[in-house]
T-cell receptor
Framework: NAGVTQTPKFRILKIGQSMTLQCTQD?????MYWYRQDPGMGLKLIYY???????DKGEVPNGYNVSRSTTEDFPLRLELAAPSQTSVYFC???????????????FGPGTRLTVL | ELKVEQNPLFLSMQEGKNYTIYCNYS?????LYWYRQDPGKSLESLFV?????AVKQEGRLMASLDTKARLSTLHITAAVHDLSATYFC???????????FGAGTRLTVKP
């Protein structure tokens, strides 16, 4: 299993540009998450999904959109990039929401995004 | 709103010493997670704590959860250099799936 994969690894955007961060998992997990991590800080939840066709906002959803058409994929869309969106973005997945001892979240390697 | 506070934020310790990292949270929860992050890397799951009184141990690390006190601890026993990393706790409130992370504890273990 590849686990959770993210593309691209690095990206520089100009203000106002758009892009999609890709996330794919091959563990047949129901739950998927997008986080951002600013330098020296913890992670903040942007959006999450409990299954295909179902998404919900996290702590910091403004400026982002998501969709979940398949179990495997959970892309994150930035429509009008702003310098405040400069961050490292992590995608994660889990089988469910922590109701069993093995419900840990598996994280992807991250996408480092800079908006200039 | 759920707040998650870790302390200390920075910890420098000598090899062989013991220490405890604390994670306090502000709302009802019975799901708490500990993660490790090495510089420039992704997060690695260490422990999942799902009930009051839960205690888990892996090597030199032991985590516990007191849901009544809204407190989790991560205890380090006889630290070694390989434990140098940033440790995060994360809490999921009882009424939703919005996981909140603490700011992290940057641990440096010196010889």
């Amino acid at each position: 299993n590849a686990g959770v994969t993210q593309t691209p690894k690095f990206r520089i955007l100009k203000i106002g540009q758009s892009m999609t961060l890709q996330c794919t998992q091959d563990m047949n997990h129901n739950y998927m998450y997008w986080y951002r991590q600013d330098p020296g800080m913890g992670l903040k939840l942007i959006y999450y999904s409990v299954g295909a066709g179902i998404t919900d906002k996290g702590e910091v959803p403004n400026g982002y959109n998501v969709s979940r058409s398949t179990t495997e994929d959970f892309p994150l869309r930035l429509e009008l990039a702003a310098p405040s969106q400069t961050s490292v973005y992590f995608c994660a997945s889990s089988y469910s929401a922590g109701v069993t001892p093995t419900d840990e979240q598996f994280f992807g390697p991250g996408t480092r995004l800079t908006v200039l | 709103e759920l707040k998650v506070e870790q302390n200390p934020l920075f910890l420098s310790m000598q090899e062989g010493k013991n220490y405890t990292i604390y994670c306090n949270y502000s709302t009802t929860s019975d799901r708490l997670y500990w993660y490790r992050q090495d510089p420039g890397k992704s997060l690695e799951s260490l422990f999942v704590l799902l009930s009051n009184g839960a205690v888990k141990q892996e090597g030199r690390l032991m985590a516990s959860l007191d849901t009544k006190a809204r407190l989790s601890t991560l205890h380090i026993t006889a630290a070694v250099h390989d434990l140098s990393a940033t440790y995060f706790c994360a809490v999921v409130p009882s009424n939703n799936n919005d996981m909140r992370f603490g700011a992290g504890t940057r641990l440096t273990v010196k010889p």
